[in-house]
């Protein structure tokens, strides 16, 4: 069955770094649309940054992301990564990757993305 699958997350002190990856199994993730979310205890989901499809040339971040973590893709190995730097602990939360394929050369970060991947855990404290 076609599913998207997070890893990379884990404990990380307050000022590093973590690389998570969103990796497609059972479909092409090239031709998807990738947005990452975070959500944390007692919080509402929030988007934090997407990135369009086939070459990525469109990539969005939330404000309380910006200059610190990067989204990028490499179609053969069917991934998606965020790149987080200087992890703050409100960074603290799970991390869901979502994919979709009606968004052509474009992204939407809150979009109503059609594929949802099961999440990883990324906790900043010292």
């Known amino acids: 069955q076609p599913q998207l699958v997070e890893s990379g997350g884990g404990l990380v002190q307050p000022g590093g770094s973590l690389t998570l990856s969103c990796a497609a199994a059972?479909?092409?993730?090239?031709?998807?649309?990738i947005g990452w979310f975070r959500q944390a205890p007692g919080k509402e989901r929030e988007g934090v940054s997407c990135?369009?499809?086939?070459?990525?040339?469109?990539?969005k971040y939330a404000g309380s992301v910006e200059g610190r973590f990067t989204i990028s893709r490499d179609n053969a190995k069917n991934t998606v990564y965020l790149h987080m730097t200087n992890l703050k602990p409100e960074d603290t939360a799970v991390y869901f990757c979502?994919?979709?394929?009606?968004?052509?050369?474009?992204?939407?970060?809150?979009?109503?993305?059609?594929?949802w991947g099961q999440g990883t855990q990324v906790t900043v404290s010292s």
């Open positions: 979502a994919g979709d394929d009606h968004l052509i050369r474009q992204c939407v970060i809150n979009y109503a993305y059609g594929r």
């Open positions: 059972g479909f092409t993730l090239e031709d998807y649309a």
């Open positions: 990135i369009s499809s086939q070459e990525g040339e469109e990539r």
